[in-house]
């Protein structure tokens, strides 16, 4: 078991099967199906439930993954510390969509500039879904809203974000939940943290009647509530973003109205490539 072969089966498993794998690898498909069997026979396991031309982690594959994932990562970190110099490799970060908007292309120009040996590869999603792929060691860290109160998690404040109600030009004044109750909610799907703030402004009485239209792209939401399809809660910081019909803000409470948006990683988890990342964050902030 080499770690070539574990950088292999990671990325089929992450790529979702052997094709995808291969043209990301640069290889043809024979020889990661050949490399991944030869992983197979070396462990005496079958790390796949193959279904036709589909593959199916296996119970003992998941548990291979986790630690091809954690001795992958002490590789690079051994070999950076050896070498020295610069940082590179792939560091791999998740964000909100609208950290990814406003917050992330300074960011990571300037990084890029300074670190041109590290490929970035950014996903975007829920904070909940963006979890998730910490947990799994899908991703490296992420910007996120929600950290959970969890030990396996540390955690860098970052960025201040202010929240709204945005609605059509023709709305009314909306200082409380009542303004809204005729209105349906356009929101990203569950697991977004921003979403639950809205809820909990509007209070339970009124969610359980509510209508909610689920987008994934905040200039298909702006654009719906132009158009006087409902009201959406978002961070000010995106509408500077975004060329979109006008929308009127409406200003919430403070307890509601203010995030920060953290940086979060597992713990004791830091490769070359995030430190590297955490030192330019804290240098511009």
Not at 235 to 260: D, F, G, I, N, Y
Request: charged share 20%; net charge positive.
């Amino acid at each position: 078991m080499d770690l070539e072969a574990l950088s292999i089966f990671r990325t089929v498993v992450h790529e979702g099967g052997i094709l995808k794998a291969a043209r990301k690898l640069h290889r043809v498909p024979s020889s990661v199906t050949t490399r991944v069997q030869q992983l197979e026979a070396s462990l005496g396991a079958e790390l796949f439930h193959r279904d036709r031309q589909r593959l199916h982690l296996s119970p003992r594959g998941q548990v291979l993954l986790d630690y091809a994932e954690r001795l992958l990562s002490l590789s690079d970190e051994a070999r950076q510390a050896v070498v020295g110099g610069a940082p590179s490799g792939v560091l791999r970060i998740g964000a909100l969509e609208s950290t990814t908007a406003s917050r992330l292309p300074a960011v990571l120009a300037a990084y890029h500039r300074r670190y041109p040996e590290v490929r970035v590869e950014l996903s975007t999603g829920t904070n909940d879904a963006l979890l998730a792929l910490l947990v799994a060691r899908r991703i490296d860290a992420a910007f996120i809203v929600e950290a959970p109160a969890d030990k396996s998690l540390a955690t860098m404040p970052l960025f201040r974000e202010r929240l709204g109600i945005i609605s059509a030009a023709t709305h009314a004044p909306i200082v409380r939940a009542q303004d809204v109750q005729d209105d349906s909610v356009i929101s990203f799907p569950d697991g977004c943290a921003y979403r639950r703030v809205l809820m909990r402004w509007l209070g339970d009485r009124r969610v359980a009647s509510m209508r909610v239209l689920e987008l994934s792209s905040y200039h298909a939401i702006v654009a719906c509530v132009a158009a006087g399809t409902g009201i959406a809660l978002v961070p000010q910081a995106v509408l500077a973003t975004l060329r979109s019909p006008p929308v009127l803000w409406h200003a919430l409470p403070k307890v509601h109205a203010e995030r920060v948006t953290p940086l979060v990683w597992r713990a004791g988890e830091v490769p070359p490539a995030l430190a590297a990342l955490q030192d330019s964050l804290r240098q511009s902030a």
